[in-house]
């Protein structure tokens, strides 16, 4: 192999090298830029491990109706309304985009 093969080769290595550090930064970079999502704060009702309180049954459906739709922030109406292992399911229905959503009641005082 001669010297010029040897330079051309030499070049070659040299610029793939500068190449992959440039892709491996400009890819850091674009990691650092997008920070993960914050996970939403838990509300109360949201999960059956973490129902909303409520004295009783009678109130179940004037404290959900009208909660925020979590897509467009449109006031939602009580849709359904079930009794279920201790807890009360509440369906929540958006009027503007339709999403339907569940939220669990527990009913604190006992008769
Ligand atoms: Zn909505």
């Known amino acids: ?10 070049f070659f290595v040299l610029l793939a090298w500068l190449v992959r550090g440039l892709v491996v930064e400009v890819a850091a970079r ?8 914050k996970p939403r704060p838990q509300v109360p009702g949201e999960t059956d491990d973490n129902p909303l309180a409520v ?8 404290r959900l109706d009208g909660q925020p739709c ?7 109406r ?3 309304h079930l009794a279920r292992q201790g807890l009360r399911e509440v369906t929540l229905h958006c009027p503007h985009c339709a999403l339907d959503a569940t939220r669990y009641v527990r ?4 008769h």
Do not use: S, W, Y
Request: aromatic share 0%; proline share 10%.
């Open 30 to 37: 674009r990691e650092r830029k997008t920070p993960a999502p």
């Open 107 to 110: 009913i604190t005082t006992v």
């Open 78 to 80: 009580v849709r359904e």
């Open 1 to 10: 192999m001669n010297a010029r093969v040897m330079i051309v080769v030499l």
């Open 55 to 62: 004295p009783t049954a009678a109130v179940v459906e004037t």
């Open 70 to 76: 979590r897509r467009c922030g449109t006031p939602t």
